[in-house]
């Protein structure tokens, strides 16, 4: 327990100089609509290049920035960089890309995120359409008139909401029309077999019909061959991210990325 609690503070330390010494860095994986083969956007993932470690990702050190605080400003830093990234690619050409961030259960709790999002918009010049927040199932079980009133100004400022994981969590069908979500992301854990697993199938062809149902989209994780792709396109899925298309890359790189295939961008 002793050498645990040393190596937490050894990483929250380092972790505050890596946010004065710039070594966060956000990686972007492509998101494809799944009927043309379109490139829509990009989820915005966080990594660490740490100078003894290299290249770390969120599992090495979110959970330390959580319980420490940093997350809060992490998180500020992750929004305006997104963004910023995000008005680059419409400067380039690539119109209607956009770009998807995670948020932590701790930025939810706290009072400044709608001041937050609407400082990073408003500071990058970013349309709010263009922007999408991913939550986890479990951050929707806060049943405060609070965190209420927060989404609904985030919705109300143009913001799009996602649940990310779907079907990994407190699945609670009454808070998807509650919270006035926009898009469900199923978990890879259901998709990647659903060509060899008729269960995992059922559960995926249940979740897209639902949401069609509710007027929701419909984001798949973790393709990695194209039998799933072809699968998941049968079953009406809208879009979908993954190996198979790409794995997250550097900012310069999503861009020759999105470049090479914006003739059906």
Not at 1 to 30: C, K, T
Request: hydrophobic share 45%; with cysteine; glycine share 8%.
């Amino acid at each position: 327990m002793a050498s645990d609690n040393h190596d937490r503070l050894d990483i929250e330390q380092a972790l505050r100089h890596a946010i004065a010494r710039d070594e966060l860095e956000l990686f972007y994986q492509p998101i494809i609509a799944l009927r043309g083969d379109r490139l829509i956007g990009a989820e915005a993932l966080l990594r660490w290049r740490h100078p003894g470690y290299g290249l770390l990702g969120p599992d090495r050190f979110m959970d330390v920035a959580e319980q420490s605080g940093l997350i809060v400003e992490i998180g500020e830093w992750v929004l305006g960089q997104a963004c910023r990234e995000a008005v680059r690619w419409q400067t380039e050409g690539l119109k209607g890309l956009g770009v998807s961030v995670n948020l932590s259960a701790v930025q939810l709790r706290r009072n400044n995120l709608e001041t937050v999002v609407a400082d990073a918009l408003a500071s990058t010049g970013l349309g709010a359409a263009m922007l999408e927040l991913e939550l986890t199932e479990s951050m929707l079980l806060e049943k405060s008139d609070q965190f209420l009133q927060l989404l609904r100004s985030l919705k109300q400022m143009g913001v799009k909401l996602a649940i990310d994981d779907f079907g990994t969590g407190y699945s609670n069908l009454s808070y998807l029309q509650r919270f006035q979500v926009d898009r469900l992301k199923i978990d890879k854990s259901f998709v990647s077999h659903i060509g060899s697993n008729e269960q995992n199938r059922a559960i995926v062809t249940a979740v897209i019909q639902m949401a069609h149902s509710l007027k929701l989209e419909v984001t798949a994780e973790g393709i990695e061959h194209q039998l799933v792709q072809r699968i998941l396109t049968s079953l009406g899925c809208d879009h979908a991210q993954g190996y198979l298309f790409s794995r997250p890359v550097e900012a310069d790189r999503f861009l020759e990325f999105a470049k090479a295939h914006s003739s059906i961008a």
